[in-house]
């Protein structure tokens, strides 16, 4: 007769989901740009392994999900920076430059795609700590440009005019742009996150009490971008202007201001050469664990009966 004990190892597997939220950033390098900011969150499903010493207080931790990550990150430049036409005329025939003053400019960039993390880590009673991958798939990319405009003429002989609409001089008019965001359409950031889990355990061996078959857990990570995220293509202008000033323009409209092309700093060619994704959040998690073979602690087949077997201990067998 065989008597089994407990097994030295033990692995147990868990299917779940998560939530996340925290503070996006571009950092880009060799910029006149500071880190932009914004927000970003997600949702996805995880399959988790845990492995370790029956009873151990400490298990290995395996996780691999697939989920959706969106957010939105902002550059915000108050300072304000000029674009001109030179050598216009107006109206009655004086010399002039149109000038266009442009101020709190905002280059806002979103995103939304397929995430899949790839995490290892160790977990000792109620804390744990992972460390891995997350590859990012992204879908849908957009940029969005703003400022507010003023125009006026830098006259040759005269003063500068402003806030004359017959010379089609305006002050705090909005300008928008909108094209594709110039970011990759694949990245991988580098992720770390701590936390620990919800609910009461016992200080000896860090087990629920009674053992849950559901864990909750809440953590900070940490996603750094391993890849330049931004594409090369960076060819065109902050701003392009009209050829020349129309002087025959209706009185009061703002074809001058509309007439202006503005683009988003990402795609122009005085931005940086690199940019790094970083994020900063709150996770969430919740696991659900999966059905396991029960263990026996003296294993035989069942007793057959013996009235089936013509009686006596011939209808008991053990395993050997």
């Known amino acids: 007769m065989l008597i089994s004990g407990t097994v030295n190892a033990k692995v147990n597997n868990y299917?779940?989901?998560?939530?996340n939220v925290g503070e996006w950033s571009m950092l880009p390098s060799q910029s006149e740009y500071g880190a932009s900011f914004g927000v970003s969150g997600g949702l996805g499903f995880l399959y988790e392994l845990q492995a370790g010493p029956t009873y151990s207080p400490t298990r290995f931790l395996m996780d691999v999900g697939v989920g959706a990550q969106g957010g939105m990150t902002?550059?915000?430049?108050?300072?304000?920076?000029?674009?001109?036409?030179?050598?216009?005329?107006?109206?009655n025939g004086d010399e002039f430059d149109f000038v266009y003053s442009i101020k709190d400019r905002h280059d806002q960039y979103e995103n939304i795609g397929v995430q899949?993390?790839?995490?290892?880590?160790?977990?000792?009673?109620?804390?744990?700590?992972?460390a891995g991958v997350k590859v990012n798939a992204i879908m849908y990319k957009k940029a969005r440009a703003s400022a507010m405009i003023d125009t006026y003429g830098d006259y040759k002989a005269f003063d500068p005019f402003h806030n004359m609409p017959e010379y089609?001089?305006?002050?705090?008019q909005p300008k928008k742009g909108t094209a594709e965001a110039n970011l990759r359409s694949l990245n991988v950031d580098l992720s770390f996150e701590i936390g620990g889990r919800l609910g009461l355990l016992t200080d000896a061996v860090g087990y629920d009490v009674p053992k849950r078959k559901v864990e909750y857990r809440l953590a900070a990570f940490v996603d750094y971008g391993l890849l330049n995220n931004m594409e090369s293509n960076r060819d065109l202008d902050g701003f392009v202007t009209p050829k020349e000033y129309n002087a025959a323009e209706a009185y009061g409209k703002t074809t001058m201001i509309d007439n202006l092309?503005?683009?988003d700093s990402m795609s122009t060619t005085n931005f940086a050469n690199k940019v790094n994704n970083l994020?900063?959040?709150?996770?969430?998690?919740?696991?659900?664990?999966?059905?396991?073979?029960?263990?026996?602690v003296i294993c035989r087949d069942a007793y057959r009966s013996s009235a089936s077997r013509g009686g006596g201990r011939?209808?008991?067998?053990?395993e050997e």
Do not use: W
């Open 15 to 19: 299917v779940g989901a998560y939530a």
């Open 261 to 263: 092309e503005i683009n």
């Open 279 to 296: 994020t900063v959040g709150l996770k969430f998690t919740v696991l659900f664990q999966l059905p396991e073979p029960g263990q026996c």
């Open 314 to 318: 011939r209808g008991m067998k053990y």
């Open 74 to 91: 902002a550059y915000i430049q108050g300072s304000s920076m000029e674009a001109r036409i030179p050598d216009q005329k107006d109206l």
């Open 168 to 172: 089609q001089f305006f002050n705090d």
């Open 116 to 130: 899949v993390p790839i995490l290892v880590g160790l977990q000792h009673k109620r804390f744990y700590m992972m």
